[in-house]
């Protein structure tokens, strides 16, 4: 309820007609009018409409497609989320991913300047957290892998992988509960043990996550 709009109401019924009572309470009533306008204005609109579309390229077919995954209003677009599923899958056909994940890619990508996304593996069968949706590894063109870890590794609720081999040299990023992260300098082909690389403050940060710190 908003009290000011009541105030101004029970000011002109007792005051008379042209008095600077009336007239106070026309501009209490005009500036009540205006606020509730201005307070029903969507916030996400401004900043969703700023974003540049991101290019996202596929390793395995080399395809690559334009993509502004987020729509005026500040909502995840569907369209963009069947585009960038359908690049990420393995096998030719569009698979669902979470689109808390989703968001995070893209959350990186603008934290580095819009760059580009070269998906090396989205879904995939008998895969842990990939075959759930969960799960992406990727890297940025232009940035190397150990900066972008370091940056997911700052998230809430994410697990995050880095691979060092000169031979891949690649991120993995899944969406979960409690953060963890590893580190793995296995061969392409080959599992090594993957080292876990911890951080006291990861329980902290996970635990003050809000559904707004996933968007860019």
Known sequence: MRFPSLVAIAVVSLSRPGSPAEAYAQIGIASEQWLG?????????????KLAPVEVKSAASTESVTIRLYASSGEVDDAARDQFERIAANDGEAHVLAERLEKLVFKAAYRFGGARVDVLSGWRENAGRHSAGEALDFKLRGVAAATLAAYLRSLPRVGVGIYTHPRTQFVHLDVRDESYYWLDASPPGIHWRARQLRDPRAPQRDAAWLPEMDLP
Request: hydrophobic share 40%; net charge neutral.
């Open 37 to 49: 306008v201005a307070a029903r204005e969507p916030r996400t609109e401004s900043w969703a409409t």
